[in-house]
């Protein structure tokens, strides 16, 4: 969805969606109303999420402002990641052959595996007697 050079699109990975606002600034990153080093405190987590934007060579292009929620830390950057690229698409339609060599373009599909009935857990069995 485009209003006016403004860029919004939804991210998601595990159970994080990240809804993400891309518009023409200096490059400043705020998640959920906090600076970008605020939010995510380890260097992996952020390296994540500005991927996009460094394999495409358009950081300080973009002001991105991003709702995140549901889901841990990891998660949320894989959400984070797959919504600015989606954004950065339709942006620049041009930049999808690189985004997609990268796999940023495809979500991650891997969810957590449901508990089975009579099971200890998705794949765990509660251990076996034989007498």
Same mark, same amino acid.
């Not at 991105?64 to 998660?75: A, T």
């Not at 797959?82 to 339709?90: D, N, P, R, S, V």
């Given at each position: 969805m485009e209003i006016d050079n403004i860029y919004y699109a939804t991210? %998601?990975?595990k159970r994080a969606v990240a809804r993400t606002w891309l518009t023409p600034?200096?490059?400043e990153i705020t998640v959920?109303?906090?600076?970008? /080093? /605020?939010y995510f405190s380890t260097?992996?987590?952020k390296a994540i999420l500005t991927q996009p934007l460094v394999y495409t060579d358009t950081q300080g292009m973009? /002001?991105? %402002?991003?709702?995140?929620?549901?889901?841990?830390?990891?998660?949320? +950057?894989? +959400?984070?990641r797959?919504?600015?690229?989606? +954004? #950065? #698409?339709?942006a620049n339609p041009d930049l999808r052959q690189i985004l997609k060599k990268a796999g940023f373009v495809r979500r991650d599909p891997?969810?957590?595996?449901?508990? %089975?009935?009579?099971?200890k857990g998705a794949? +765990?069995?509660?251990?076996?007697?034989k007498r």
């Open positions: 991210g %998601k990975r600034g200096k490059g959920n109303n906090m600076p970008i /080093d /605020d260097d992996t987590t973009f /002001d991105i %402002k991003i709702r995140v929620k549901g889901g841990g830390i990891s998660g949320q +950057a894989g +959400a984070i797959h919504g600015i690229t989606k +954004a #950065l #698409l339709q891997r969810i957590k595996e449901r508990k %089975k009935y009579g099971q794949r +765990a069995r509660f251990q076996f007697s």
